[in-house]
């Protein structure tokens, strides 16, 4: 089992840059492979990027494509999302999820961290 907590959130202008972070409790980081998702009011929950369990595989929802890197470091047992080049419709609230290798569904999920663009 993992536990995350996702940091780094906040308010930034259209534009700038955020980085997003989701640090795991327990030993076993690098079995699960990651991925970031967000929500907007009023909206469903939206797939943003993942990451594979050595960070060598990378994919990432078309809306953020460029913009946005994801990437780990299993030895801190942390994934980021770097965010650049934020837009207005980036504004949701972020979760970082760890799923099983061998599994669709991602089991675990954290609170969740605000980003608010402005114009």
């Known amino acids: 089992q993992v536990q995350l907590v996702e940091s780094g959130g906040g308010l930034v202008q259209a534009g700038g840059s955020l980085r997003l972070s989701c640090a795991a409790s327990?030993?076993?980081?690098?079995?699960?492979?990651m991925g970031w998702f967000r929500q907007a009011p009023g909206q469903e929950r939206e797939f943003v990027a993942t990451?594979?369990?050595?960070?060598?595989?990378?994919n990432y929802a078309d809306s953020v494509k460029g913009r946005f890197t994801i990437s780990r470091d299993n030895a801190k047992g942390t994934v980021y999302l770097q965010m650049n080049s934020l837009k207005l419709e980036d504004t949701a609230v972020y979760y970082c999820?760890?799923?099983?290798?061998?599994?669709?569904?991602?089991?675990?999920w954290g609170q969740g961290t605000q980003v608010t663009v402005s114009s």
């Open positions: 990451i594979g369990r050595n960070g060598l595989t990378r």
């Open positions: 999820a760890a799923r099983i290798v061998g599994y669709q569904d991602y089991a675990y």
């Open positions: 327990g030993r076993t980081f690098s079995s699960y492979a």
